[in-house]
Structure formats: structure tokens, C-alpha cells
């Protein structure tokens, strides 16, 4: 009787030893769930005794709740895990990919409450890609100008035909100007002067 009440003791202790030896990610990864399903009564059992007290009177923490699953991926993974020598904080890095958001990223803390591992800090953000493609300017080709600059077509113009000379004047020999023979000899002074020697010496014969 006493063997039987001892193995009775020791099997209904295997679960809570079980449930003691969950490690933080496993703890973390059934917050997670219960986040993504709404569940604020979950989510408070599996948060530390400080978030508790903090998130318990709230009236709006459902909608707290719903704000947090909306940015949290429904997959993810463990990237890095630290415990402190003591074994009483851990501090998980978490990836995953969003369906909307893309890449996100987690930071959770967890403290050990009597025996048990309870999540402290936990939040998700965007992740900004490694290497994001440079930005490069384009500017767009200025149009051609409709008409160059009169210096432009001065120099650019090709060369034009050589300059006219002057086409030497011919002069017209009309018959009012042409000298008769007697007006071409010279003027002489005579006692008596004729008609032809008073023009050739410039004076208007008298009329009788």
C-alpha cells in the first residue's frame, strides 16, 4: 500500500516537474500562440507577475493584445538564446517574416518566477533589409533649343560666296555733253571777236 501511494506521488509530480523544465523558447512560443488567438487571459498566464499587475486592470487590454498580434508573424525562429549564470533571466532574438509587413524581429525577456519560466518583454518590429538598393538620380535629357544662338550659327555656318567687287563706272558719252570741235580750241582775245571766239572765251554773243 505504501509502494502504491508512493508511485501515485511520484506520477502526479512528473507533470509539474515537466511543466518546471520548460525551457524560454518553449514558454515564449505558447505566449505567441495565445497572442495570435486573442486569448488575454493566456497571454496573462504566461506573462511575468510585474506585466500581471500591469496589464490586468486595463479595460482596453484586448485591444492591446490584438495590436501586438497584428504585427507578429505567425511563424518564427529562435536566432539567439542567453541565460545569465544564475539561470533567473533569458533573453531570446526571434525572426520571422510577417504576411504583410515582411521581415520582423523580436526581443524577449524572460524571468524565472518560482521555478518558471514567465515572459517579461516581448515586441515586434520591422526589419529594415541588410542592404537596400542606392537611389540613383535620372535626369531627363533636355530638349534641343528650337534655334542655336547667333554666335553659334555665325561660327557653325558654312562659308558663303566671295564678296561682289566693285564694277569699275563706264562713262557715257552723250551726245549733249560732246564738245564740237571749235569749242575745244583755246580762247584768244581779238580786237574784233567773232561769235565762236565770245563762246570759246565764255561771253553770250550780243543779238541785234
Known amino acids: 500500500m505504501k509502494n502504491f501511494i508512493a508511485m501515485m506521488a511520484m506520477a502526479m509530480a512528473l507533470p509539474c516537474a515537466g511543466l518546471a523544465a520548460e525551457e524560454p523558447e518553449a514558454v515564449y512560443?505558447?505566449?505567441?500562440?495565445?497572442t495570435l488567438a486573442g486569448n488575454v487571459n493566456e497571454v496573462l498566464g504566461y506573462a511575468s507577475a510585474a506585466r500581471r499587475a500591469e496589464m490586468?486592470?486595463?479595460?482596453?487590454?484586448?485591444?492591446?493584445?490584438?495590436?501586438?498580434a497584428a504585427v507578429m508573424p505567425k511563424s518564427y525562429s529562435i536566432t539567439q538564446k542567453a541565460v545569465t549564470?544564475?539561470?533567473?533571466?533569458?533573453?531570446?532574438?526571434?525572426?520571422?517574416?510577417?504576411?504583410t509587413l515582411g521581415p520582423a524581429r523580436a526581443t524577449v525577456q524572460l524571468f524565472?518566477?518560482?521555478?518558471?519560466?514567465?515572459?517579461?518583454?516581448?515586441?515586434?518590429?520591422?526589419?529594415?533589409?541588410?542592404?537596400?538598393?542606392?537611389?540613383?538620380?535620372?535626369?531627363a535629357k533636355q530638349a534641343e533649343p528650337?534655334?542655336?544662338?547667333?554666335?553659334?550659327?555665325?561660327?557653325?555656318?558654312?562659308a558663303g560666296p566671295p564678296p561682289?567687287?566693285?564694277?569699275p563706272l563706264v562713262p557715257v558719252e552723250a551726245p549733249t555733253l560732246?564738245?564740237?570741235a571749235d569749242e575745244q580750241r583755246p580762247c584768244v582775245i581779238k580786237p574784233v571777236m567773232s561769235d565762236d571766239d565770245l563762246k570759246r572765251c565764255g561771253a553770250t554773243p550780243p543779238k541785234y
Open 56 to 68: 490586468a486592470p486595463l479595460p482596453g487590454k484586448e485591444d492591446m493584445v490584438r495590436m501586438m
Open 146 to 158: 528650337m534655334s542655336k544662338p547667333a554666335a553659334d550659327e555665325a561660327k557653325n555656318a558654312p
Open 112 to 139: 524565472k518566477e518560482q521555478g518558471e519560466w514567465k515572459v517579461d518583454e516581448w515586441s515586434w518590429s520591422n526589419l529594415a533589409p541588410e542592404s537596400e538598393p542606392a537611389m540613383v538620380r535620372v535626369q
Open 29 to 34: 512560443a505558447k505566449l505567441h500562440r495565445a
Open 178 to 180: 560732246k564738245k564740237t
Open 164 to 167: 561682289i567687287e566693285a564694277i
Open 85 to 99: 549564470p544564475d539561470g533567473r533571466t533569458a533573453l531570446l532574438q526571434a525572426r520571422g517574416v510577417h504576411d
